[in-house]
């Protein structure tokens, strides 16, 4: 890993406009640790709102349904933001897919073109995955809830496809690098980072004070499953154990995939594991 892109709290801090370093409280850059949604959960409760924590490296870093994310260093964003919402918003279920957007809306910005989310939160380009948001939420006092919004960015994936572990990634991927056009490839991680907390700051603001209504329309744009063939395992109106297929019809006001079951009809789904069947 090239010196200079060395993941660097200052530097990143730099990056900020000034609304946006006014509202990171704290800004931590590790070496190595397990996982950088963890390290904020284990945070004094005042030290959790507006700390973004980066990490080169995780070694248990998760995803959606407890699933290994792989974290080597050498060239990716492993990024956690803590933010306390008082009241929470409505349809707090709803923050994974405005992460969703915020992201994208910061690949956007950094030059990407071809990308989308695949409800509720990875962000892939043709079918393969670049980015992935965990959500998890924490009780505050009162009204307050305390939510951990992470994600994992593939950058420049440290030796490739054929650099990989034997059982590293159990789906196709993809990386930044690959995918950017030639004059944008060359962009730092702590600019990447600055964009992603930029967008992430100003989208929990606007959250906070709207709700998901403001995002709504831009993730129906970004929507990689309405209209789509998919298959379907795990909770729903199903035998579990079974897979289905349906068609994906959009999202309801609380963040669930609303699909067309085959033999069930329009069901809401906010558990269910969905792989896209047709193109």
């Known amino acids: 890993m090239p010196l200079e892109d060395a993941l660097s709290a200052d530097l990143i801090r730099q990056a900020l406009p000034p609304l946006a370093r006014d509202l990171v409280r704290e800004l931590t850059v590790l070496g190595e640790t397990d996982s950088t949604n963890a390290v904020l959960a284990r945070l004094p409760p005042d030290r959790r709102h507006a700390h973004a924590v980066l990490a080169e490296a995780q070694t248990r870093g998760r995803g959606r349904r407890q699933r290994h994310w792989y974290s080597p260093a050498g060239g990716n964003i492993y990024l956690s933001l803590g933010w306390r919402f008082e009241p929470a918003p409505p349809h707090l279920t709803t923050l994974p897919l405005v992460a ?22 990875d962000i892939l380009v043709n079918g393969a995955k670049l980015a992935g948001i965990l959500v998890e939420t924490l009780t505050a006092a009162g009204r307050a809830v305390l939510a951990v919004i992470g994600i994992g960015l593939n950058v420049r994936m440290p030796g490739g496809a054929t650099g990989l572990p034997a059982g590293a990634v159990d789906r196709p991927w993809t990386d930044l690098a690959s995918q950017l056009p030639a004059a944008q490839r060359e962009i730092g991680r702590n600019a990447l980072a600055a964009l992603l907390l930029e967008e992430l700051l100003s989208g929990l603001e606007r959250y906070a004070a709207e709700g998901f209504e403001p995002f709504r329309e831009d993730w129906n744009r970004r929507d990689l499953l309405a209209g ?13 154990g079974m897979a289905h297929s349906g068609t994906a019809l959009g999202i309801d006001e609380g963040g669930g995939l609303v699909v067309d079951i085959d033999g069930y009809g329009a069901q809401v789904l906010h558990a269910a594991e969905v792989s896209i069947l047709d193109a």
């Open 228 to 240: 789509k063939r998919v298959g379907l395992e795990g909770n729903g109106p199903f035998p579990s």
């Open 100 to 121: 969703g957007v915020c992201a994208c809306r910061a690949l956007e910005r950094a030059g990407l073109r071809s990308h989308g989310v695949k409800w509720p939160n």
